[in-house]
């Protein structure tokens, strides 16, 4: 039997998640439910269903895990303690300095319901998440890491948007070779923020608009782009859509370490990812949680988890035997 999958938010991230359940023959796609009106939604399987998302309460029996594909900001927060009560649940909720008080918060609704609820799942946090745990407990004397980029970051290009006189932007976080190149020879920097990003933007002034001030602004915007080294172009509507209308990104995630009786011996751990399209590769690792949470919860297990909590083989199609043959 395939595990009945719902898509609650059908933005890129739904999309992904769309296309992913696609590509795993043990999945199907059961329906979708958004905020818009139903019938502008368009899927992209034939056969799909979509629904108003008053419309979920009335449909667990035909979901066996809901992904929930909204914003960190104000929907995962409300939305997942909500359905976490209702469906087996998987987010991708990325504010860090808040995952606890998340986890509280979806773990009480989800062990009320009896369900499965996996949160911060993705790349980072998620992935990274993971690799950084494997490096902490192998190296113990060590220093970590985190790199981010090349790639754009959605929520500084919305921040662009919003300046006044811009009419669109893109914003690209990029690592500092210099930093990265001390790191990889083992040399323990301590690295400010400014020493490990450059940030670059791609910014489409309104017609008349004072670009010096547009500069000004985002270059001096705190919690965003005044600790780092930014650089602004401005160019055409035409030259923004041809070149950045992607959604890229990636990273590193390195530990620097010593063994031996005096630290005489350096190691170093790297994980890295080169990504296409943020959105889809976030939405593939979605899917193979989701999974996870449909395992979990067929063994009678409830409530919040982390991807710290779940086994490796949780995650795959294989079967245990398959996985000692071929990947261990």
């Not at 670059?200 to 602004?217: M, T, W």
Request: glycine share 8%; with cysteine.
């Amino acid at each position: 039997m395939s595990i009945r999958i719902g898509i609650l938010g059908y933005g890129n991230l739904g999309k992904g998640v769309e296309c992913a359940v696609m590509q795993n023959p043990d999945m199907e796609l059961a329906a979708v439910f958004t905020r818009r009106a139903p019938e502008s939604v368009q899927t992209l399987t034939e056969g799909v269903k979509v629904y108003s998302i008053e419309d979920a309460k009335n449909m667990t029996e035909q979901i066996d895990v809901m992904i929930l594909c909204g914003g960190s900001a104000t929907d995962l927060p409300e939305q997942t303690p909500v359905f976490g009560k209702l469906f087996n649940t998987v987010n991708s909720f990325d504010t860090h300095a808040k995952i606890p008080e998340h986890f509280a918060a979806v773990d009480a609704a989800a062990k009320g319901g009896k369900k499965v609820s996996i949160i911060s799942v993705g790349w980072d946090p998620g992935m990274f998440s993971l690799n950084r745990l494997y490096a902490n407990a192998i190296l113990t004397d060590g220093v970590d890491y985190t790199f981010w980029g090349k790639g754009v970051s959605q929520g500084h290009s919305d921040a662009i948007r919003r300046i006044e006189g811009v009419k669109d932007g893109k914003q690209y976080t990029i690592p500092k070779e210099e930093a990265l190149r001390a790191v990889r020879a083992g040399e323990n920097p301590a690295l400010t923020t400014r020493e490990k990003h450059l940030r670059e933007c791609f910014v489409v002034a309104e017609e008349g608009a004072d670009q010096a001030k547009i500069e000004e602004a985002i270059k001096s915007m705190p919690n965003y782009f005044d600790e780092y080294d930014t650089i602004v172009h401005f160019i055409s509507e035409e030259e923004l859509k041809a070149n950045h209308s992607g959604i890229p990104h990636g990273g590193f995630v390195i530990r620097s370490g010593k063994t031996g009786l005096h630290g005489e011996n350096q190691h170093l751990i790297e994980y890295s990812l080169k990504l296409d399209s943020n959105p889809e590769f976030t939405a593939s690792v979605l899917v193979a949680y989701a999974r996870a949470a449909y395992r979990l919860a067929q063994e009678g297990a409830c409530g919040c988890k982390t991807v710290f909590d779940i086994a490796p083989a949780y995650l795959s199609a294989k079967s245990p035997e398959e996985l000692r043959s071929h990947l261990l």
